[in-house]
């Protein structure tokens, strides 16, 4: 079946550059998820969108923004990147459209490291 | 975490054994979700359990929910060493399915 598709899967920037993640949900799935998980952290929830509108916004940095796309895809840009950004990014999907009580699919995530 | 605890943090049992985690949250909630990570990897969905609900099983796991006490358990039966990951509870509290995690409980199973 297929996944929740997410590229890259690692990332290497220098303060200062901009980074663009990018997320592939599963086939008919409406909403997108994006979550930051720090070092030994939990994730933390930054940003949705449900059929390509935001529906939700949560710990986002100004310097972040994202989209979600005519064919669902989503993308994550990040910019004037800090050495604190380094995190590993997941993407998720649900077919929310479906009902509340719907679980989310994760990516494999993006291993994003910043010197 | 924004949400709450896990209880415990870490717990380390041999294969065969009973795995118990708990976990708290400050809101209310629409559903609490159970999901396992392996190291450093993607984080897989184990359960749901809608706020209504006060028991749930799938395979050798066993949920719990007390909305009264806002906390949820996590029961591994019969634990294999395949099981070793780390464990998160998440609960969903609007309509647009936003999951709050807590903090996780890193279950090590020695063969």
């Known amino acids: 079946a297929a996944g929740v598709i997410q590229s890259p899967r690692h990332l290497i920037k220098e303060k200062r550059e901009t980074a663009t993640l990018k997320c592939y949900p599963i086939p008919r799935h409406d909403t997108v998820y994006w979550y930051q998980q720090g070092p030994g952290q939990d994730p933390q929830f930054l940003i949705s969108?449900?059929?390509?509108?935001?529906?939700d916004k949560g710990s986002i940095p100004d310097r972040f923004s994202a989209q979600q796309f005519s064919d669902y895809h989503s993308e994550l840009n990040m910019s004037s990147l800090e050495l604190g950004d380094s995190a590993l990014y997941f993407c998720?999907?649900?077919?929310?459209?479906?009902?509340?009580?719907?679980?989310?699919?994760f990516g494999q995530g993006t291993r994003l490291t910043v010197v | 975490s924004q949400q709450g605890e896990e209880d415990p943090q870490a717990l380390s049992i041999q294969e065969g054994e009973n795995a118990t985690m708990n976990c708290s949250y400050k809101t209310s909630i629409n559903n609490l979700q159970w999901y396992r990570q392996n190291s450093g990897r993607g984080l897989v969905h184990l359960i749901l359990i809608r706020s209504n609900e006060r028991e749930k099983h799938s395979g050798r796991l066993r949920v719990t929910l007390d909305t009264s006490k806002k906390s949820s358990s996590l029961l591994i039966t019969a634990s294999r060493a395949a099981d070793t990951a780390s464990y998160f509870c998440?609960?969903?509290?609007?309509?647009?399915?936003?999951?709050?995690f807590g903090q996780g409980t890193i279950l090590t199973v020695h063969p």
């Open positions: 998720a999907s649900s077919p929310l459209g479906a009902g509340a009580d719907t679980e989310a699919f």
């Open positions: 969108f449900y059929e390509k509108m935001q529906s």
């Open positions: 998440a609960t969903t509290g609007t309509s647009y399915g936003k999951l709050t």
